[in-house]
């Protein structure tokens, strides 16, 4: 299959990245690891004019941590992050990063694509709303920092202006007594999750839970913050009787659609089975447990 | 119609300086087997689900049908035909033809270089580790118990060397 005839550039820098995208107008689009632009130019859903290649622009796929934030260049690949140190340091990273599609989309695709994209069904979205998250936006007036939660602001729909570019991603780096996890379901390897949730819980001491972040992912137009469930956690003892409530809520603040890969009620019922299992795998990782988790498909 | 200036694509395969100019819509599959008739890589479902156009891009596998060729100007780029060496089959390729890790074939240039890919993060892998590195690559035929013998054969036989 062919895309529609485009032209290409190569931007060498940033600021060249964001000078194309000015001479170039609306019709241009920047391209990174492609995993979700190019199929979609092949199936003529998306028919940009031009293409901004930001792949040769070197510093923009570093990993670094400083002063408690972990700063992502927005060309890291899933399969960096899957490989880094920075997955040991919060969990939820290396969950979500191991386990988006499969080996060849892990190692070609990135996170600043992914969130620029911002399919209703990517996993950075859901995971990283479940830690303090920024994405970092350069433009001709420069950057501007925009928390995550103001950058995604529909299905396919974020705050980037057309002249403007991802350049990296800032995580906080959880306090101590915090573990997370990131689970989804998903019917094969290649494919977007039918259901998932993220899970952040900071512990006060073995059994009381201080504070938690729950969010839900493809089971709306954008990632969903799970306040309500949230609520029946915070400052709560992690019982069975309140992990169901936080589950329940969750079920409650779901708002799927049925498609290909499952009717509204069973995704409604999948995304709370998943939330009550990420809060038992993140209260365990907050005490110091090391707990595989991720996603989960037929055959692994 | 946006000016579809043809691009310059200079890569090496399988250790050989290769180059052809080409539209930049043009896919790294097509590139490789149109362009410089390399036609081991097969396109199965074209839609990056398959993995039958796997090939290594820079010491990693990635799906030819979801690359554009100007995307890997400069690249280090392995495909099927650069494994055997001298007339004499690289040790996977000579564990899935011992195994029979293959009926039809289609697949198989694609599972070749995902067990490159596997073996090299992991040289012994576990069942769970061979089940979540060619995930990425479907076979219709065998239901994979010989693809899994291979790759279990294929690593013991690289560890010796």
Same mark, same amino acid.
Request: glycine fraction near 8%; aromatic fraction near 4%.
């Given at each position: 299959?062919?895309?529609a005839?485009?032209?290409?550039?190569?931007?060498a820098?940033l600021?060249?990245?964001?000078?194309l995208?000015?001479?170039?107008?609306e019709?241009?689009?920047?391209?990174?690891?492609?995993q979700?632009?190019?199929?979609?130019?092949?199936m003529?859903?998306?028919?940009?004019a031009?293409?901004?290649?930001?792949n040769f622009?070197?510093g923009?796929s570093?990993i670094?941590t400083?002063?408690?934030e972990?700063r992502?260049?927005?060309?890291?690949?899933?399969?960096d992050?899957?490989?880094?140190?920075?997955g040991?340091?919060i969990?939820?990273?290396h969950?979500?990063?191991a386990g988006i599609?499969?080996?060849q989309v892990?190692?070609?695709g990135?996170i600043?694509g992914s969130?620029a994209?911002?399919?209703?069904?990517?996993?950075w979205?859901?995971a990283l709303l479940?830690l303090?998250?920024?994405?970092?936006? /350069?433009g001709?007036?420069? !950057?501007?920092?925009?928390?995550l =939660?103001?950058?995604?602001?529909d &299905?396919y729909?974020?705050v980037? %202006?057309?002249?403007e570019?991802?350049t990296?991603?800032q995580?906080?780096?959880?306090?101590k007594?915090s573990g997370g996890?990131?689970l989804?379901?998903?019917?094969s390897?290649?494919v977007?999750?039918t259901a998932?949730?993220?899970?952040?819980?900071?512990?006060?001491?073995?059994?009381m839970c201080k504070?938690a972040r729950?969010?839900l992912?493809c089971?709306?137009?954008t990632?969903?913050?799970a306040?309500? /469930?949230?609520?029946?956690l !915070?400052?709560?003892?992690?019982e =069975?009787?309140n992990v169901r409530a &936080?589950a329940?809520a969750a079920r %409650?603040?779901?708002?799927?659609q049925?498609?290909m890969?499952g009717?509204a009620d069973y995704?409604?019922?999948?995304?709370g089975?998943?939330?009550?299992?990420a809060?038992?795998?993140?209260a365990r990782r907050?005490?110091g447990?090391s707990?595989p988790?991720g996603?989960?498909y037929a055959?692994? | 119609?946006?000016?579809?200036?043809?691009?310059?694509?200079r890569?090496?395969?399988?250790?050989a300086?290769?180059?052809?100019e080409?539209?930049?819509r043009?896919?790294?599959?097509e590139?490789?087997?149109?362009h410089l008739?390399?036609?081991g890589?097969?396109?199965g479902?074209?839609t990056?689900?398959?993995g039958?156009?796997?090939?290594?891009?820079?010491?990693r596998?990635v799906k030819a049908c979801t690359l554009?060729a100007p995307m890997?100007?400069?690249?280090e780029?392995?495909t099927?035909e650069?494994?055997?060496?001298?007339?004499q089959?690289h040790p996977v390729?000579?564990?899935?033809?011992?195994c029979?890790?293959?009926q039809?074939?289609?697949?198989?240039?694609?599972?070749?270089?995902?067990?490159?890919?596997?073996?090299?993060k992991?040289p012994?892998?576990?069942?769970?580790?061979i089940r979540k590195?060619i995930a990425g690559?479907?076979?219709?035929?065998t239901?994979y118990q010989?693809i899994f013998?291979?790759i279990?054969?294929?690593?013991s036989?690289?560890?010796k060397?």
């Amino acid at each position: 299959m062919y895309a529609a005839p485009f032209s290409y550039h190569r931007a060498a820098s940033l600021q060249e990245a964001v000078k194309l995208l000015q001479e170039l107008g609306e019709e241009a689009r920047v391209i990174a690891g492609g995993q979700s632009l190019i199929p979609l130019m092949k199936m003529r859903m998306a028919r940009p004019a031009a293409l901004i290649d930001i792949n040769f622009i070197s510093g923009l796929s570093d990993i670094q941590t400083s002063k408690g934030e972990l700063r992502i260049g927005a060309t890291v690949r899933h399969a960096d992050l899957e490989n880094s140190s920075a997955g040991t340091t919060i969990p939820i990273v290396h969950d979500c990063a191991a386990g988006i599609a499969d080996v060849q989309v892990r190692n070609q695709g990135t996170i600043g694509g992914s969130l620029a994209e911002a399919d209703p069904s990517g996993d950075w979205g859901t995971a990283l709303l479940a830690l303090e998250s920024s994405v970092i936006c /350069a433009g001709p007036d420069g !950057q501007r920092t925009v928390p995550l =939660e103001d950058f995604i602001k529909d &299905a396919y729909t974020t705050v980037l %202006a057309h002249n403007e570019v991802v350049t990296a991603i800032q995580v906080k780096i959880p306090p101590k007594h915090s573990g997370g996890a990131h689970l989804a379901f998903k019917r094969s390897a290649p494919v977007y999750p039918t259901a998932s949730a993220s899970v952040q819980l900071t512990m006060e001491d073995h059994h009381m839970c201080k504070d938690a972040r729950i969010v839900l992912g493809c089971v709306g137009l954008t990632a969903i913050r799970a306040k309500e /469930a949230e609520k029946a956690l !915070q400052g709560k003892a992690l019982e =069975e009787k309140n992990v169901r409530a &936080a589950a329940d809520a969750a079920r %409650a603040a779901a708002e799927p659609q049925s498609d290909m890969r499952g009717s509204a009620d069973y995704k409604r019922l999948l995304v709370g089975t998943l939330v009550k299992r990420a809060i038992g795998i993140a209260a365990r990782r907050a005490r110091g447990e090391s707990v595989p988790a991720g996603h989960e498909y037929a055959g692994r | 119609m946006p000016d579809v200036k043809k691009i310059l694509v200079r890569v090496r395969v399988n250790g050989a300086p290769r180059e052809a100019e080409v539209e930049p819509r043009t896919l790294l599959v097509e590139f490789l087997r149109e362009h410089l008739n390399l036609t081991g890589t097969h396109i199965g479902c074209d839609t990056s689900y398959c993995g039958a156009c796997t090939v290594i891009v820079n010491g990693r596998t990635v799906k030819a049908c979801t690359l554009f060729a100007p995307m890997a100007d400069g690249a280090e780029i392995t495909t099927v035909e650069g494994l055997a060496k001298d007339g004499q089959l690289h040790p996977v390729q000579e564990a899935f033809a011992e195994c029979h890790g293959l009926q039809c074939g289609y697949c198989t240039p694609g599972l070749l270089l995902s067990t490159l890919q596997l073996l090299k993060k992991y040289p012994r892998p576990t069942d769970s580790q061979i089940r979540k590195g060619i995930a990425g690559n479907t076979c219709r035929c065998t239901g994979y118990q010989n693809i899994f013998k291979s790759i279990r054969m294929a690593a013991s036989e690289m560890e010796k060397h």
